[in-house]
Each structure stands twice: as C-alpha cells, then as structure tokens.
C-alpha cells in the first residue's frame, strides 16, 4: 500500500485560506457574526479569552537551551556497547513482523512487536533504555537487516534554540511549536536535501495513535526528540511521523514540518502535510499520538481533554464531523476505506495501537469532540 508520488489533487473540497493576518482578524469576525473562515482556525476558542494567533504574535523569539541529540549505531544482532547514555534504543529489521527481542541492563529480554511506528516489511520498535551503555538484540531466522540506535536525549551538549517569545496557540489550544522542545531541523536532511520534502492534501480523517513508551514520563519533551530521531533518521522518513503529540499534562507539541508561516500541520491554503503515522493512509489523514503506553491504562484526563479540544478545533476548522463515518479515498493511490472520521491506527494497520484502553475510549472521544 504504498503511496507513491501521483499527485492526484482531489477536488471535492475547497481551498482555505490561512494567512497571518487573517489569523488575527478572526476574533473579530465570529464577533460581527460573519461566515466562518479558516482563518477561525488560529483564533481564540468557543469560551477562550486568549485570541493569540498561531505564532509569536509578531513578539519575536527568545533563545532557549536545549540538549544535542547525541547517538550511536550498531547493525545486527548481539551485543552492543555506546559511550553515550542511551535514554532509549530504537530497533528496525527486515522480514518478519514478531520475534525480534532486546535485553538491558535488568536482564530481561523485551519483545520487540506492538510499537506504533509501522512499517510494510518487518518491524520497528522504541524502547526506554533507562540511561543503559550497553544492550542485546536477539532474533530468530526470517529476521534480517537489524538495526539498532542508542539515543541520548538529556546529557548531550546544549544547542540554543530561538523559541517564540510568546505562547503558541490554535484557536486557544497552546501547543509548543518544534523550537519550543528542541527540534534540530538539520535532521529532516540527508545528504544536502530535504530527505522528505513536504505534500499537503485536504484533511479527510484524523487518526489516533499511542507512542508504547513508558506512562509517568518525567521529560516528555525528551522523549519527543527521541521519537523525532528514531522516526527521522532510523526509519529514514525525514521527519517525526506525527502532526501532533500530546503529555500526560495535556501539553501539545507540533509534530511534521509544515513550512515557515507559523501554521502547525496546515499550509496557507488549509491543507494538511503528508505525516508518517499510518502506512497507506497518511496522505490527508492527521495524526495524533498521545505520549505514554494506553494499553492497560486510560489517559489522564489531562491528556483526553487536549485531544478532545484539538480534534474539535481541528474538525470545525476543516468543516468535518467527528462522529461521522467515510469513505477515505487516499489521494495517491487511490485506495478507499469506510471509516470513522476519527479512528484509531489499528483501523488501518495490524497494531496495538493507540492500545486497547485508549481505543475503547474513542467514541466518547468523537462524542465530545462533536459537541458545540
């Protein structure tokens, strides 16, 4: 189910406009009682007082440290040993989906099946390393071409980041744009190139997603970064996978690289960047994944409430219905599916994800989410 570059640009939706200054007009507009516009997309939300836009507000930026991503690589299967301290190891095969497995330092192995990055061949998995220098992969026969990357994440050298001075908002839900947790723009390049330049499509469906790493997270931010190597350079798809993400607080974090205008997800002209979230059913399809394993243990309401306020954003601005089911016609391919507006990744894909807790909570997700 591959989604190779056919640009068959659908046509049963209508262009939007999102442009800064009607970013900032839009307050004033749902006041007047005028039609409602995409530009609605960046202001103030239904009993928000706050009306910033989706940038820093013209207010400029502020320089923050943050640490460098430092990582080591190793191929096969064995032991390996890093000088770093790996806060975790992502691990990439070939062939078989299950059966590859890591040990660390408790002595016990892991097996390596049910992580949220899906591939089409064989399997992925982020895996928390506790700060772990050395480790074990193990796998049986029809397992092949195993990767594996210690990822530090805390105790790296610091970079200075210029982050915008005043909160980021989306129609009342602050977020942290990619400046805010420390993304390095230099990994969405490979070789002297952007390694996946940017597609927009119209928004059809908005999927749910899990990340599998551990709940009670005591550096969210981090594990984003983490998530942004494994995703960007160990899976090579140039980029975090995701559109957002979303702590056990309920902060939101931007996820894929959208442009420079200070729009999260979107272009100006309201379409969605082409994420990495769900193989055969990215292109037009926003992703959402909320930090922490939600197969034994619902989300805090913390998180579920930002989830609940960003789809709910995210649908009145794209005129959808949360609790609606569709056809998604995937705009590349062209392969179709019914499917709930809002869905979890394992509607599409074999996974545990977004874990089973938090599956059986998506339809009073949609409910809520769809109330005005």
Same mark, same amino acid.
Request: aromatic letters at 8%; charged letters at 20%; a negative charge.
């Given at each position: 189910?591959?989604?190779?570059?056919?640009?068959?640009?659908?046509?049963?939706?209508?262009?939007?406009?999102?442009?800064?200054?009607?970013?900032?007009?839009?307050?004033?507009?749902?006041?007047?009682?005028?039609?409602?516009?995409?530009?609605?997309?960046?202001?103030?939300?239904?009993?928000?007082?706050?009306?910033?836009?989706?940038?820093?507000?013209?207010?400029?930026?502020?320089?923050?440290?943050?640490?460098?991503?430092?990582?080591?690589?190793?191929?096969?299967?064995?032991?390996?040993?890093?000088?770093?301290?790996?806060?975790?190891?992502?691990?990439?095969?070939?062939?078989?989906?299950?059966?590859?497995?890591?040990?660390?330092?408790?002595?016990?192995?892991?097996?390596?099946?049910?992580?949220?990055?899906?591939?089409?061949?064989?399997?992925?998995?982020?895996?928390?390393?506790?700060?772990?220098?050395?480790?074990?992969?193990?796998?049986?026969?029809?397992?092949?071409?195993?990767?594996?990357?210690?990822?530090?994440?805390? $105790? /790296?050298?610091?970079?200075?980041?210029?982050?915008?001075?005043?909160? !980021?908002?989306?129609?009342? &839900? #602050? %977020?942290? @744009?990619?400046?805010?947790?420390?993304?390095?723009?230099?990994?969405?390049?490979?070789?002297?190139?952007?390694?996946?330049?940017?597609?927009?499509?119209?928004?059809?469906?908005?999927?749910?997603?899990?990340?599998?790493?551990?709940?009670?997270?005591?550096?969210?931010?981090?594990?984003?970064?983490?998530?942004?190597?494994?995703?960007?350079?160990?899976?090579?798809?140039?980029?975090?996978?995701?559109?957002?993400?979303?702590?056990?607080?309920?902060?939101?974090?931007?996820?894929?690289?959208?442009?420079? $205008? /200070?729009?999260?997800?979107?272009?100006?002209?309201?379409?969605?960047? !082409?994420?990495?979230?769900? &193989? #055969? %059913?990215? @292109?037009?399809?926003?992703?959402?994944?909320?930090?922490?394993?939600?197969?034994?243990?619902?989300?805090?309401?913390?998180?579920?409430?930002?989830?609940?306020?960003?789809?709910?954003?995210?649908?009145?601005?794209?005129?959808?219905?949360?609790?609606?089911?569709?056809?998604?016609?995937?705009?590349?391919?062209?392969?179709?599916?019914?499917?709930?507006?809002?869905?979890?990744?394992?509607?599409?894909?074999?996974?545990?994800?977004?874990?089973?807790?938090?599956?059986?909570?998506?339809?009073?997700?949609?409910?809520?989410?769809?109330?005005?």
């Amino acid at each position: 189910m591959s989604e190779s570059p056919t640009p068959a640009q659908p046509s049963h939706r209508r262009k939007r406009s999102l442009s800064r200054r009607g970013m900032m007009a839009a307050g004033g507009a749902v006041a007047a009682g005028t039609a409602l516009t995409p530009m609605v997309f960046a202001a103030g939300g239904s009993g928000e007082t706050d009306n910033s836009t989706s940038d820093s507000g013209g207010s400029g930026t502020t320089p923050e440290k943050f640490p460098a991503t430092r990582t080591e690589a190793a191929t096969g299967t064995g032991e390996a040993t890093t000088a770093v301290a790996a806060s975790y190891v992502g691990v990439r095969w070939s062939g078989a989906k299950d059966g590859a497995a890591i040990r660390l330092a408790d002595g016990n192995w892991q097996n390596l099946a049910h992580g949220c990055a899906t591939v089409e061949d064989g399997g992925t998995a982020l895996v928390a390393a506790g700060n772990a220098k050395a480790y074990e992969v193990k796998a049986p026969s029809g397992i092949n071409g195993v990767r594996s990357l210690a990822i530090d994440t805390t $105790d /790296g050298p610091e970079r200075t980041y210029q982050v915008p001075s005043e909160p !980021t908002r989306v129609r009342g &839900v #602050g %977020y942290l @744009s990619r400046p805010a947790w420390g993304a390095d723009e230099s990994k969405r390049y490979k070789d002297g190139k952007v390694n996946s330049p940017e597609t927009y499509y119209p928004l059809q469906i908005i999927t749910v997603h899990h990340t599998a790493t551990p709940n009670d997270d005591p550096d969210p931010a981090a594990t984003v970064r983490a998530i942004y190597e494994f995703h960007a350079i160990t899976n090579d798809w140039g980029d975090i996978g995701y559109h957002f993400l979303i702590d056990e607080a309920g902060t939101v974090y931007e996820g894929r690289y959208s442009g420079d $205008d /200070g729009i999260p997800a979107f272009n100006p002209d309201g379409d969605l960047v !082409t994420g990495f979230h769900s &193989v #055969g %059913y990215n @292109s037009g399809a926003l992703g959402i994944a909320l930090i922490g394993n939600l197969d034994q243990q619902a989300p805090t309401d913390a998180a579920k409430a930002s989830l609940i306020r960003l789809i709910k954003v995210i649908s009145r601005f794209e005129g959808l219905d949360p609790q609606a089911r569709v056809t998604y016609t995937n705009p590349v391919n062209g392969t179709k599916k019914d499917t709930n507006t809002v869905g979890g990744h394992r509607d599409y894909f074999d996974t545990e994800c977004p874990g089973r807790v938090m599956y059986d909570l998506l339809a009073e997700v949609r409910a809520a989410a769809a109330r005005r």
